[in-house]
């Protein structure tokens, strides 16, 4: 059961262009939200979340978007750095209720210098 | 800046054979976790620890799985009796603790144990 879904697996941006990344999910009960980005050989790391209480969060470069009506968050990055090529993966939980999370499949991004 | 730090960075066991992999979170963390990613496939949650005992797990987290977190430092994964299948990265996570339980809270990964079955 797929409940978060990142349709799009890989991604192609010039050096200094933006960088969107999207994922939606299905369980209308997910309050918390997660980028992370992941290098190869090594494990996720945590980019930047967003509650549902809000819809825009921003830190330096990274931004997420949350819009809770069509179920669908983006992570915005401006501009983007030959160093941002890496995977991400977007993750869900419903944290009122437990901390189980679920992750998307990650959509690897490159960026061209 | 602390980090997770798991043990070993891969491991090579015999199908039927029992594995230990180790964990050590950030000291300060209350929530523990693990996850496993197989291959060209999507993170997967194992199984939460909190206070001592699990907190959740998923359907994966089967009778052939236990954790522990034997001392103030470690936290492992033991898998029984192991198959082809359980042939993954695992990943250890950890995260303060919180009003929303671990689950508002952004968790830290270490860089994960490949586990290959022969």
């Known amino acids: ?113 | 800046e602390p980090e997770v730090t798991q043990t070993p960075s891969h491991q090579v066991t015999q199908m039927g054979q029992e594995v230990i992999l180790r964990c050590v979170p950030i000291s300060n963390h209350l929530y523990f976790y693990w996850y496993r990613q197989i291959l060209g496939q999507k993170v997967e949650f194992l199984v939460s620890f909190y206070n001592n005992e699990i907190s959740e797990k998923s359907e994966i987290f089967d009778d052939q799985f236990s954790v522990e977190r034997p001392d103030g430092s470690n936290f492992t994964l033991k898998i029984r009796s192991t198959k082809l299948e359980d042939s993954a990265m695992y990943f250890c996570a950890s995260s303060e603790g919180g009003t929303g339980g671990g689950g508002n809270q952004p968790q830290h990964f270490g860089d994960g144990t490949r586990l290959s079955i022969l």
């Open chain 1, 1 to 113: 059961d797929q409940q978060v879904k990142q349709n799009s697996p890989s991604l192609s941006v010039q050096e200094g262009r933006i960088s969107i990344l999207n994922c939606d999910y299905t369980n209308s009960m997910f309050d918390y939200f997660l980028w992370y980005k992941k290098y190869p050989a090594e494990g996720p790391t945590f980019l930047i979340s967003i509650s549902s209480i809000k819809d825009k969060n921003e830190d330096g470069r990274f931004t997420v978007f949350l819009n809770k009506s069509a179920k669908h968050l983006s992570l915005h990055i401006v501009p983007s750095q030959p160093g941002d090529s890496a995977v991400y993966f977007c993750a869900a939980s419903e944290s009122h209720t437990g901390n189980q999370f679920y992750f998307g499949t990650g959509t690897s991004l490159t960026v061209i210098p």
